[in-house]
């Protein structure tokens, strides 16, 4: 057997004497012990029975019908900021969550309305201390709130229960009334100042529109100028054309008329036999288309050439008057557009006026039937009885039978095993303090001398 093997043995031998000794201890103050526990058994019996007064609890159940999600703060913030949104806010009811619900069946007003309705304050139980008889919570997982309240009074927990259900129903009705009613008076406000202001923006632009030279009487005018003007644009290009062949049928004629010799020789077949008559040589001239006689071949004018003469004479003519128009009808075009490039803009301007009017009416025509569709609609939804409509008292509250507290046989197992704890504790704590000796286990113990031998003890005779 190495080292290893000796320490292990030396270690368990003194393990067993230790526990020896400590069951030693134990058996030794066994008595005391079993007092100790006995009377802590005992105690709390008779604590359990006949001190603590028994309580009572009654329950009740109610179900949202409508429950809002629950919604994490940063998404109901994100709401609209139009008109539709602001209204819909102030004619919406409060989203009311089941914790909301749950938070709510505690309210001191509703529990000062429990206590005047069972007169409990006769009773010595205020608001405040009926609050901290009742307890709420909501079922996991259901739409379902538990309503508990503990009394001494089992018919009184149940009382409190059905009252404090109903109350609580009544209460949301009222608080729900109390909304609408102010949401309704704050949308009558509203509509009363956006009539004003609609009346107001119809009577700007009824005015705008009187004013003379308005939009209809400049479209008019307008409409008009433009079609003169598109009259004589028409009239300058027929014009333009015009003379373009005025021109040119006069370049045409003077070239002609360069080319074509103005007299031509005649031949007189009178010569030869009236030589006589015409032996003085004389020569009788006339005017324009006139003959000129002579002895012999003598010369005429062209009749071709005066044709062509006569009708340069008619171009050149009718050439001057087409310039002398087309430079009246280039006038009157530019006129016309010079008013109709003003009347466009001052048009431009006045549409734009216009319409920023009518936009104000619209928009104030568009609150005014909102909030009167608001104004129905929350009249509507104050006639509504609310408390019967989203909460309904699925299971009323019984009398209990039994009382929840005080739990005599729990009482007792937990004071047998705290008095048995404390007895032991209490039994090392005498043992040490206990110096006396009365066997020789005691010598040994207490002095670590071995016990050579004992002198019995031999009472006398008598």
Do not use: C, H
């Not at 000796?6 to 393990?15: G, L």
């Amino acid at each position: 057997m190495g080292t290893n093997g000796i320490d292990a043995s030396f270690a368990r031998a003194v393990d067993e004497v230790d526990l020896r000794a400590y069951l030693e201890v134990l058996f030794k103050w066994k008595w005391v012990i079993a007092l100790i526990t006995a009377a802590a058994v005992l105690t709390s019996a008779v604590l359990s029975y006949l001190v603590i007064t028994p309580t009572y609890e009654a329950k009740a159940v109610l179900m949202v019908t409508q429950p809002a999600p629950e919604k994490p703060a940063s998404s109901q913030n994100q709401q609209g900021t139009g008109v539709e949104s602001v209204v819909e806010s102030v004619s919406r009811l409060p989203e009311m969550t089941i914790s909301t619900y749950v938070s709510q069946l505690k309210n001191l007003s509703v529990l000062e309305e429990v206590v005047k309705a069972l007169n409990l304050s006769a009773k010595g139980i205020s608001a405040q201390s009926l609050e901290k008889m009742i307890q709420v919570a909501a079922i996991k997982d259901t739409n379902l709130i538990e309503l508990k309240v503990q009394s001494t009074d089992p018919t009184l927990a149940s009382q409190i229960a059905n009252t404090l259900s109903q109350r609580f129903l009544d209460f949301i009705s009222q608080t729900n009334k109390q909304q609408l009613s102010k949401s309704v008076e704050f949308l009558d406000t509203q509509a009363q100042t956006g009539e004003g202001k609609l009346e107001a923006a119809k009577k700007a632009l009824r005015d705008f529109q009187m004013q003379p030279r308005g939009v209809t009487f400049l479209e008019k005018q307008l409409d008009a100028r433009i079609q003169d003007l598109s009259k004589y644009k028409t009239r300058l290009v027929d014009l333009q054309v015009q003379r373009e062949q005025l021109a040119a049928g006069k370049a045409e004629l003077e070239r002609l008329l360069a080319a074509t010799p103005k007299t031509i020789k005649v031949n007189n077949p009178l010569s030869s036999q009236s030589a006589s008559s015409t032996t003085s040589g004389n020569a009788q001239t006339g005017g324009s288309g006139s003959k000129l006689v002579t002895v012999g071949d003598y010369e005429e004018i062209n009749p071709a050439y005066a044709t062509a003469a006569q009708m340069l004479d008619d171009r050149t003519v009718r050439l001057a008057e087409t310039d002398a128009e087309l430079a009246a009808v280039q006038k009157m075009a530019n006129q016309l557009e010079a008013e109709v490039e003003a009347i466009s803009a001052e048009l431009a301007s006045k549409r734009l006026e216009q319409d920023r009017l009518q936009r104000e009416v619209d928009r104030w025509e568009k609150t005014q039937d909102l909030l009167n569709d608001k104004i129905v609609e929350t009249q509507i939804a104050r006639s509504i009885n609310f408390g019967d409509t989203s909460l309904l008292l699925v299971s009323p509250a019984a009398p209990p039978a039994k009382p929840i507290k005080p739990n005599p046989r729990l009482n007792m197992a937990v004071a047998a095993v705290l008095g048995l704890m404390v007895a032991v504790v209490l039994s090392f704590v005498m043992e040490m303090l206990d110096n006396t000796i009365r066997t020789a286990d005691d010598v040994e113990k207490r002095l670590g001398l071995p016990v050579l031998g004992t002198v019995p003890f031999f009472k006398p005779a008598e």
